[in-house]
């Protein structure tokens, strides 16, 4: 399995490191995660903002947390800071790591700041099986009037995967498909706006053998929950060193959303060599169980 995850974990390993400190009487661990993150403002207006990291101090012993927020803005004129949360609880069991908090006063240079007051805080740690490293997910509000939400990139989701296929050419003769083995990786460009989604498994037919794919330069804008996705027509390409177009199985009428740890995408899938048009959709999650709790 890591090898069918090669190219994710080689190209993104770079950006997450870890450690533990274990000894006879604390276990810690240290999460530095790169996130890109969107603001939506009390008029519904949403920016993206350059990726940034997100760094973890995880006290297993008393169960609290110290989390820095690197560089990161709430509107456009305002300046990069770097925010520290200092001994926030959290939660851990086998599914990973919940921290949800109220009424958080960061420190910024050290100095509490109650204008930067984060009134809720939520977020999921877990291992991603797609990247062989640790994933979070964040959302919090500052002073009631700024919801951010951060995701980290790549996204995956690997949990509570359903695709319903419809054969359209011969769906009078022949049942719909359905397949629960699919993983998706989902990274973001903000420079670009643009995407690449990769499919681990991804099978559109019962007689299919499973593909691992990638939908390359797929358009993406920020919602005030997530990320919306759409593309009329493109070429997958194989998840190999060559990236092989896959030109029988051309993609149209993509269309996807990210929200609250839930993934969604729809395409149509024409399979030029069997004479059949498959019409997808498919749902995963990024954590399992459960989505990232709402504020």
């Known amino acids: 399995m890591k090898k069918v995850f090669y190219l994710i974990a080689l190209v993104f390993a770079v950006f997450t490191t870890s450690c533990t400190n274990e000894d006879d009487n604390n276990f810690n661990e240290k999460l530095v995660l790169q996130h890109i993150y969107s603001v939506t403002s009390k008029n519904g207006a949403t920016t993206t903002y350059e990726p ?22 709430f509107s456009p004129m305002m300046p990069n800071i770097t925010m520290d949360l200092k001994n926030v609880p959290f939660t851990s069991s086998m599914t990973g790591v919940k921290i949800n908090a109220t009424d958080l006063i960061p420190e910024v240079g050290g100095t509490p700041m109650n204008d930067y007051t984060i009134t809720s805080f939520a977020c999921r740690i877990a291992h991603s099986s ?29 949990h509570d995967s359903n695709t319903h296929v419809v054969d359209i050419v011969s769906s009078s003769t ?14 973001l460009n903000q420079e670009t706006n643009l995407a690449d989604i990769y499919l681990y498994n991804v099978k559109f037919a019962d007689g299919m053998p499973a593909m691992n794919m990638i939908f390359k330069s797929v358009s993406f804008t920020s919602t005030a929950s997530g ?39 729809n395409f149509l899938c024409n399979n030029t060599i069997a004479n059949r048009l498959y019409s997808v959709k498919s749902t995963a999650y990024m954590f399992e169980s459960d989505s990232l709790p709402t504020n």
């Open 227 to 265: 990320f919306d996705f759409t593309c009329e027509e493109l070429i997958p390409c194989l998840n190999n060193s060559e990236q092989t177009p896959v030109d029988s199985y051309p993609i149209k009428n993509l269309t996807a959303s990210v929200s609250g740890g839930k993934l969604s995408i």
């Open 52 to 73: 940034t990291y997100f760094t973890y101090e995880l006290n297993y012993n008393n169960g609290t947390a110290d989390i820095t927020l690197k560089d990161v803005k």
């Open 174 to 187: 022949t049942t719909d498909f359905d397949y629960n083995k699919t993983k998706y990786a989902i990274v």
């Open 130 to 158: 797609v990247t062989n490293i640790s994933t979070s997910m964040v959302s919090f509000v500052v002073n009631n009037a700024f919801t951010i939400n951060a995701y980290p990139n790549p996204s995956t989701f690997e």
